[in-house]
């Protein structure tokens, strides 16, 4: 069955520093997102990406992150400057028009 | 607004039945899902539902009220393994999902 894969799988790194979340999605998908869910908490929208643009994104969604679709496969999550608070689970998925998401296994990024 | 309500835990036992209720309030409404999560993992797709009635996928079905903002997820013949949190999401839209904060379901031997 396809599967969307998600690099790393646990990311620390000091605060003010800048981290990139990798994710393959399956490939004849239409919709890519990044979803991230604090500990103890609700999974939260983050941003939609449609025919390599943003669709969507949320108010979490501020200047400090960014997606790109660098080469066709690849589906990248960057925080320029991460905070405390950016500690979560970051979930990346796809899907095809009127189907479930297929979430990939996660990155678990901790923030020091 | 988007608000998706569901209760924070429910218990039941091996081999019961359970029913999980979600009631939600989108502006915009694309299709409803159900997801299981295990601790420390990543959701995985239960079920969707886009038309009223009952949708029976094995041990699981979900049914859907468009007009009551109305939602359950039936889990039959219960096993020790689905010991998880359950999550109701609403698609306003096609490119995005909302989650509710999710159902933790305990199971008793």
């Known amino acids: 069955e396809p599967e969307v894969t998600q690099t790393p799988s646990h990311q620390v790194t000091q605060m003010g520093q800048e981290v990139i979340l990798r994710c393959v999605p399956i490939?004849?998908?239409?919709?890519f997102y990044w979803y991230r869910q604090i500990l103890g908490q609700k999974v939260e929208f983050l941003v939609s990406?449609?025919?390599?643009?943003?669709?969507?994104k949320s108010e979490i969604f501020d200047d400090q992150f960014s997606v790109e679709r660098p080469d066709g496969s690849n589906f990248t999550l960057k925080i320029r400057s991460t905070k405390l608070e950016d500690s979560a689970m970051y979930f990346c998925?796809?899907?095809?028009?009127?189907?479930?998401?297929?979430f990939g296994s996660g990155t678990r990024l901790t923030v020091v | 607004g988007q608000n998706i309500d569901q209760p924070t835990e429910m218990t039941a036992t091996e081999g019961a039945i359970v029913q999980i209720n979600c009631t939600y309030q989108?502006?915009?409404?694309?299709?409803l899902f159900w997801y299981q999560q295990h601790a420390g993992e990543a959701p995985t797709f239960l079920s969707y539902?886009?038309?009223?009635g009952l949708e029976e996928k094995g041990r699981f079905s979900s049914f859907l009220s468009r007009s009551k903002g109305y939602s359950y997820l039936l889990l039959k013949e219960l096993q020790m393994k689905d010991s998880a949190s359950y999550l109701c999401?609403?698609?306003?839209?096609?490119?995005?999902?909302?989650f509710g904060k999710g159902t933790r379901l305990h199971i008793l031997p």
């Open positions: 490939s004849n998908h239409l919709y």
């Open positions: 990406f449609y025919n390599n643009e943003i669709s969507e």
């Open positions: 989108t502006s915009g409404f694309n299709g």
């Open positions: 999401a609403v698609g306003p839209r096609d490119d995005k999902i909302i």
């Open positions: 998925a796809s899907f095809p028009l009127g189907a479930g998401y297929t």
């Open positions: 539902n886009v038309l009223d």
